[in-house]
């Protein structure tokens, strides 16, 4: 079969999974643009340095006390290398799997990841179903259901990741599903399973489980291969193979007894080797007396990269357990205004350079000179007091019922010249005005209000910022009036900025 049609397979598989998941029509279901956005440059690029191909396989490791997500990918010489550290953004319960349905805990163990479990029309911008329960959970009789790795940081029994992170982890996973793998493995873990954190956990309830999960994790960590996972009479066995006598297939009943099988010898000396020098540091930590690891305190976790960036204070859920949420806004310190731009900065005379051309100053009212009379031109009486210049409104004459007309744009603070041009600035009255003396020989006119607008005026300090609790924030360079930086749906930003 060749590659286009065994692509074109896949891909319809992926399609019909994500219309069950959706439980709509298959007519209705396309994928979204998200789902098809192709791998960055800087991606390209990592690959082509760690000598990966693009379609090559992938596997994911995930661990909740560190809050980190791994994705391997197999170079060129046939072995899984690490290609990236995805910090979590938020996962939920506590250390240990997944019991019953609504108990918040994110799973741990074993999963494989199909293209029918791919999401492309998640909720949560991206997903894939992790595939719990497994046969191992079943075996167990747990249940619960859409357990996830998703976008949009936020958990509710999955594992949360932002939307930029889980459209690249899609991707990487729709190019190898391209490039032939049929599925590929996911390990959850409760923390990295080194010999000193297993020492660390020892008096946790979970640990005889978390035994089992380090056989897994040793097998990886010694090959770099993908170990091949079953279950038999309710726990896991990894790289498992007939024995050499043996006539029939190996099969594993999930409940039932295990059958005879032996380590697979192309893998057993290094698991095996792995394997005691963990028990040997493991038995060393303990008999030193390793502290124990502090209990989790909470409803899960978030990445330090990301809590960093949040206040938490304990409280108490519906059913009574302490846990940590996020604080209030006004908990949180005031982000610094960011400081004006340099073209924005007006420099003190002394300091402007010679060639610069003098500040502009702008909506600033500037004294006007007050309006002299026209030569031979008897100029009105001024009255002496602003009780004399309201008593013309109380004359019972119909003549004094309105204020002259210079009288009205006193008033106002305004005289006729002002009225006709609006933009030159506003006279400065005093509450009483004396009488001018006779007319006088016409003196020199007054400068022009643009002449006097030249005048550089003397440096001086500026006023410090004045803001209330309604004033506008500063713009940032470059952004219009009211604007607000664009970030993406569902990213960190985006959810907790209001937290910040």
Same mark, same amino acid.
């Given at each position: 079969?060749?590659?286009?049609?065994?692509?074109?397979?896949?891909?319809?598989?992926?399609?019909?999974?994500?219309?069950?998941?959706?439980?709509?029509?298959?007519?209705?279901?396309?994928?979204?643009?998200?789902?098809?956005?192709?791998?960055?440059?800087?991606?390209?690029?990592?690959?082509?340095?760690?000598?990966?191909?693009?379609?090559?396989?992938?596997?994911?490791?995930?661990?909740?006390?560190?809050?980190?997500?791994?994705?391997?990918?197999?170079?060129?010489?046939?072995?899984?290398?690490?290609?990236?550290?995805?910090?979590?953004?938020?996962?939920?319960?506590?250390?240990?799997?997944?019991?019953? @349905?609504?108990?918040?805990?994110?799973?741990?163990?074993?999963? $494989?990841?199909?293209?029918?479990?791919?999401?492309?029309?998640?909720?949560?911008?991206?997903?894939?179903? $992790?595939?719990?329960?497994?046969?191992?959970?079943?075996?167990?009789?747990? $249940?619960?259901?859409?357990?996830?790795?998703?976008?949009?940081?936020?958990?509710?029994?999955?594992?949360?990741?932002?939307?930029?992170?889980?459209?690249?982890?899609?991707?990487?996973?729709?190019?190898?599903?391209?490039?032939?793998?049929?599925?590929?493995?996911?390990?959850?873990?409760?923390?990295?399973?080194?010999?000193?954190?297993?020492?660390?956990?020892?008096?946790?309830?979970?640990?005889?489980?978390?035994?089992?999960?380090?056989?897994?994790?040793?097998?990886?960590?010694?090959?770099?291969?993908? +170990?091949?996972?079953? /279950?038999?009479?309710?726990?896991?066995?990894?790289?498992?193979?007939?024995?050499?006598?043996?006539?029939?297939?190996?099969?594993?009943?999930?409940?039932?007894?295990?059958?005879?099988?032996?380590?697979? +010898?192309?893998?057993?000396?290094? /698991?095996?080797?792995?394997?005691?020098?963990?028990?040997?540091?493991?038995?060393?930590?303990?008999?030193?007396?390793?502290?124990?690891?502090?209990?989790?305190?909470?409803?899960?976790?978030?990445?330090?990269?990301?809590?960093?960036?949040?206040?938490?204070? @304990?409280?108490?859920?519906?059913?009574?357990?302490?846990?940590?949420?996020?604080?209030?806004?006004?908990?949180?310190?005031?982000?610094?205004?960011?400081?004006?731009?340099?073209?924005?900065?007006?420099?003190?005379?002394?300091?402007?350079?010679?060639?610069?051309?003098?500040?502009?100053?702008?909506?600033?009212?500037?004294?006007?000179?007050?309006?002299?009379?026209?030569?031979?031109?008897?100029?009105?009486?001024?009255?002496?007091?602003?009780?004399?210049?309201?008593?013309?409104?109380?004359?019972?004459?119909?003549?004094?019922?309105?204020?002259?007309?210079?009288?009205?744009?006193?008033?106002?603070?305004?005289?006729?010249?002002?009225?006709?041009?609006?933009?030159?600035?506003?006279?400065?009255?005093?509450?009483?005005?004396?009488?001018?003396?006779?007319?006088?020989?016409?003196?020199?006119?007054?400068?022009?209000?643009?002449?006097?607008?030249?005048?550089?005026?003397?440096?001086?300090?500026?006023?410090?910022?004045?803001?209330?609790?309604?004033?506008?924030?500063?713009?940032?360079?470059?952004?219009?009036?009211?604007?607000?930086?664009?970030?993406?749906?569902?990213?960190?930003?985006?959810?907790?900025?209001?937290?910040?």
């Amino acid at each position: 079969m060749n590659r286009p049609l065994v692509r074109a397979l896949i891909v319809s598989a992926a399609v019909a999974a994500a219309t069950a998941l959706a439980g709509c029509n298959p007519q209705d279901v396309t994928p979204t643009g998200r789902s098809l956005a192709p791998l960055s440059d800087k991606m390209l690029a990592d690959l082509d340095a760690k000598h990966m191909d693009k379609s090559s396989p992938i596997l994911a490791r995930l661990f909740k006390e560190e809050s980190e997500l791994e994705i391997w990918k197999k170079n060129q010489d046939g072995e899984y290398a690490l290609l990236k550290t995805y910090p979590i953004c938020r996962w939920s319960g506590d250390l240990g799997p997944k019991i019953k @349905e609504g108990d918040r805990q994110a799973p741990e163990g074993f999963y $494989t990841i199909a293209p029918g479990q791919m999401n492309p029309n998640s909720n949560y911008y991206l997903a894939f179903n $992790t595939g719990y329960p497994n046969a191992f959970d079943r075996a167990w009789g747990r $249940t619960g259901s859409e357990l996830m790795v998703h976008g949009d940081c936020s958990s509710r029994g999955c594992y949360a990741m932002t939307d930029e992170q889980i459209q690249e982890i899609y991707a990487l996973a729709r190019e190898s599903f391209y490039g032939g793998q049929k599925e590929f493995q996911f390990e959850a873990f409760p923390f990295r399973m080194t010999a000193l954190n297993m020492a660390r956990h020892r008096n946790n309830p979970n640990f005889a489980f978390w035994k089992e999960l380090k056989e897994g994790y040793d097998a990886f960590e010694a090959t770099h291969q993908e +170990p091949t996972v079953a /279950v038999c009479e309710k726990r896991y066995v990894f790289d498992a193979v007939a024995p050499d006598n043996a006539s029939k297939p190996l099969k594993f009943d999930p409940r039932g007894k295990c059958p005879a099988y032996q380590l697979d +010898p192309t893998v057993a000396s290094a /698991v095996l080797d792995h394997q005691r020098q963990e028990q040997y540091q493991m038995a060393k930590y303990i008999a030193e007396g390793v502290a124990l690891a502090p209990p989790h305190v909470g409803d899960g976790g978030m990445n330090p990269v990301f809590a960093s960036q949040l206040g938490t204070q @304990e409280a108490y859920d519906n059913n009574g357990r302490l846990i940590q949420v996020a604080t209030a806004p006004g908990a949180l310190p005031r982000t610094p205004s960011q400081p004006a731009p340099a073209s924005q900065v007006v420099m003190p005379a002394s300091a402007t350079p010679a060639a610069a051309q003098p500040p502009v100053l702008a909506n600033v009212p500037l004294p006007q000179p007050a309006p002299q009379a026209k030569e031979g031109e008897t100029p009105p009486e001024q009255p002496k007091s602003i009780a004399s210049l309201l008593g013309n409104f109380f004359s019972g004459s119909k003549a004094q019922a309105q204020p002259a007309p210079d009288q009205a744009l006193a008033l106002r603070g305004r005289t006729a010249e002002q009225a006709a041009n609006p933009k030159r600035g506003v006279v400065m009255h005093t509450a009483s005005v004396p009488a001018p003396a006779k007319p006088k020989a016409p003196e020199a006119a007054p400068a022009k209000p643009q002449e006097v607008a030249k005048q550089t005026p003397a440096p001086q300090a500026p006023a410090p910022e004045m803001r209330t609790a309604f004033s506008a924030p500063q713009q940032s360079e470059g952004l219009l009036a009211g604007a607000q930086p664009v970030v993406p749906a569902g990213s960190f930003e985006s959810r907790w900025t209001a937290l910040r």
